[in-house]
């Protein structure tokens, strides 16, 4: 059976430094089936249209984090958003917000990236721990405390999500904040303290104004809104008890 | 990195926010609709009176102070932020007219009724 | 290397871009409708101490068509912080197990919604049984 082809305009925001001011729209008409992603309309953009476009992709199926990007002023994963859906109006794509444009649809991760390896993303052991002790005992119920926060692939869309971020870049940020979380709420870590000198500042969870749109974009339900907003009590409690409690007035 | 003081400021608004949830609507029917027009109520339920005996009560006293203050204090906060939102920049200034204000707020209603009549 | 340039974007009108931000102003700009609620009851406050002349006025003002439609624009608007405080409440609470099932977001506004409905209910009888 012919399929008769369908061709979708697709708008894309260039930018190269050589030799763009600033970042300007150019429109593609690409031919497509049902079953095509942005990713592949773009693939196809870069194959056959314009071999200049650059973007960041790789395993295409929505679990390296490698091309978040914003479709029709949303960050989506382009993998795994469909042509079909924005079929006959056409649709936009730009960089993520909030963030440098490198080049066309790469921003800039710089800063995601010296902000993860600030939060200690790794287990502290409570105390010094030998092989012969064996594995640790986690129960179910220990585990979902932060199993949600663990599945984050760094794809950065909540970062394009968040108006704090992009009104000021010092805020750890929405992804970054959930791992620190992930981290504090695992029954096998003893660095919480270590962790809230960041997670208690201004910087950390209290950047935050629980817009919630973090937890909406991401592609993995990791709810970072979640994540950061229920250590503000905590926070707020340490804030005021500190004084009286063993330990608990650190810096 | 320095421990934020924001959880001062915090703990006011979520307070000042979950009272407003939960009694917020009813006080606004009864002060501002229902009694002013005799709607259910009687006008004479703010009377003078009334509304001194309810001052001069310690009971009274709190749940007063606690209504205009906590409002305020939420109000300050959420305002506070919402400035910073709209991409003001004056940081110190947003900050001393916002918790200024509920701080000013906060003092003449304890001073008014600490000092009403007796 | 030399020819990066990153082109930083504004974030001028960035809440007009979606919808979903544009319901957080919404939420937020409640706040300016509880401070002008809390400032109507303070300068009632500071009449009551003044006397009854002067509580009298405060209460003539009330009776307004101004008032009245401000207080009616203010009932709406608290309605709307009632029901997204407690929509948004679930964020702020950690992950929990009642009966070895995990609260559903949903279960802890409902519950906040409907202490809401009883608060003001109770607040509203208490008034009446005390005028």
Redesign the interface.
């Known amino acids: 059976m012919a399929e008769t082809e369908k061709i979708i305009e697709i708008q894309v925001l260039r930018y190269r430094s050589e030799q763009d001011k600033e970042p300007v729209l150019q429109s593609y008409k690409v031919p497509f089936t049902d079953d095509m992603s942005v990713l592949q309309g773009l693939q196809y953009i870069k194959d056959y249209l314009d071999g200049t476009l650059s973007f960041r992709w790789s395993c295409r199926m929505a679990i390296c984090g490698s091309c978040g990007m914003m479709i029709d002023g949303k960050p989506k994963l382009s993998c795994k958003t469909f042509l079909r859906e924005y079929y006959p109006q056409g649709l936009s794509v730009e960089a993520l917000a909030h963030l440098p444009i490198e080049r066309d649809l790469m921003v800039s991760v710089e800063d995601f990236v010296t902000k993860l390896e600030s939060i200690k993303p790794y287990i502290i052991p409570k105390e010094p721990r030998t092989l012969e002790q064996g594995e640790y005992l986690q129960t179910p119920q220990q585990r979902d405390m932060y199993e949600q926060f663990s599945s984050c692939i760094n794809c950065m869309l909540c970062y394009a999500a968040c108006p704090q971020y992009g009104l000021n870049p010092k805020f750890t940020g929405p992804g970054i904040l959930a791992l620190l979380h992930r981290y504090n709420a695992d029954s096998r870590d003893g660095g919480q303290a270590e962790r809230n000198e960041l997670g208690y500042a201004d910087e950390g969870f209290w950047g935050c104004t629980a817009v919630g749109y973090c937890s909406e974009v991401c592609p993995k339900g990791v709810d970072p809104a979640n994540a950061i907003n229920q250590n503000k009590m905590n926070s707020a409690i340490n804030y005021f008890t500190r004084f009286v409690t063993p330990g608990g007035a650190g810096k | 990195m320095k421990r934020s003081n924001e959880p001062i400021f915090w703990s006011l608004f979520g307070a000042g926010g979950m009272l407003a949830a939960l009694i917020g609507p009813a006080l606004v029917l009864i002060t501002g609709i229902a009694v002013p027009f005799g709607l259910v109520f009687s006008p004479d339920t703010m009377s003078y009176a009334h509304m001194l005996a309810f001052s001069q009560h310690w009971a009274g006293k709190i749940f007063v102070l606690a209504v205009i203050a906590l409002f305020m204090w939420h109000a300050a906060h959420r305002i506070h932020i919402l400035l910073h939102d709209f991409g003001v920049h004056a940081v110190t200034a947003v900050r001393v007219l916002c918790y200024g204000g509920a701080f000013a707020g906060t003092v003449i209603a304890a001073y008014t009724l600490m000092t009403i009549k007796a | 290397m030399s020819?990066?340039?990153?082109?930083?974007?504004s974030?001028?009108g960035?809440?007009k871009?979606?919808a979903?931000?544009v319901r957080?102003?919404a939420r937020?700009?409640?706040?300016?409708f509880?401070?002008a609620?809390?400032?109507?009851?303070?300068f009632?406050?500071?009449r009551?101490?003044q006397?009854?002349v002067a509580?009298?006025h405060w209460?003539q003002y009330?009776?307004t068509p101004w008032?009245?439609v401000?207080?009616?624009v203010?009932?709406a608007v608290?309605?709307y912080?009632?029901w997204s405080?407690?929509k948004?409440m679930?964020?702020?609470?950690?992950?929990m197990?009642v009966g070895?099932k995990?609260v559903q977001p949903g279960t802890i506004t409902g519950a906040?919604l409907a202490?809401?409905v009883v608060?003001?209910?109770a607040?509203?009888f208490i008034?009446?049984g005390?005028?």
């Open positions: 020819n990066r340039r990153p082109y930083v974007r974030m001028d960035w809440w871009r979606d979903y931000f957080y102003m937020e700009v409640t706040a300016l509880v401070a609620y809390a400032v109507v009851l303070l009632g406050l500071v009551l101490g006397g009854e509580f009298n209460l009330l009776k008032m009245l401000f207080h009616l203010v009932l608290f309605c912080h009632t405080w407690f948004i679930p964020k702020t609470m950690p992950i197990f070895g995990r906040g202490a809401s608060a003001c209910l607040v509203l008034v009446r005390m005028s």
